[in-house]
């Protein structure tokens, strides 16, 4: 599901999507609004989850959080990022052309400006280890889940723009553990091979979906479902989808 970038809070149906230019902080209001400030960008590719989100914590007045732009996918993400230079983007996992990593990738110039860094927390329903470990080695600065609270939100967006790491609590003791890890590398090389898009058919895959199933869970036809699959197969060096789950299970990714 893919649908226009939209800045500044603007998610009506069919209108233009511009780039937010950048804002001056927020005055705080007479009666206890917010004193801090931060400029966020919110990228991921449901509309409706971003609507929620800007609801929840975009009322600049008693959160403190602006706003500044929407994207829905891996390019408006990157040109709405450059144009109005947030503090703090909140980053889906899965993208269509590429996922989180590949706008990590692509912004590493934006996180590394000494004077004004651009810094990322991973928002995403998932919480597997691929996901978390993957944003992490790109330059995120933390990792939630859609499960946090509005309160929490604000306050983890904050906290990274400050320069801090912000976990789920659940995940926290993950991320030291695998970084932490001696006996082995805390990213499989041969998931690394893979592309966000058959990373995601090649769980289905291993769950026991059908081919047609996959194309409807994933709005892509059933062609496509089987040229990642063939994709798959062969970058895996595996034979058949037997194989492929049985390689997908000895990694826990089912």
Known sequence: MSDPTEANGNTG???AAQPAQPAQPAQPANGGAAERHVRVVLVDDHRM?????????????????????EAADVDQAVTV???????????????PGGGGVEVLRRCAPLMSDAEQPVRFLALSVSDAAEDVIGVIRGGARGYVTKTITGTDLVDS???????????????????????????APPVDEDMD????????????????????EIAKQLYISVKTVESHVSAVLRKLQ?????ELTRWATARRLV
């Open 81 to 95: 990022i450059t144009a109005t230079r947030p503090e703090v983007v909140l980053l889906d996992v899965h993208l």
């Open 157 to 183: 967006v904050f906290r990274v723009q400050e320069g801090d790491a912000v976990f789920s609590p659940r995940l926290a003791g993950f991320v030291l553990d695998a970084f932490a890890s001696t006996d």
């Open 193 to 212: 091979r893979l592309t966000q898009r058959e990373r995601e058919v090649l769980r289905l895959i291993a769950r026991g979906y059908a081919y047609k």
């Open 238 to 242: 595996l034979s058949n989808r037997h």
């Open 49 to 69: 989850f971003r609507t929620g989100v800007q609801a929840e914590i975009g009322q600049t007045a008693e959160t403190g959080v602006e706003v500044v732009g």
């Open 13 to 15: 149906a069919g209108k």
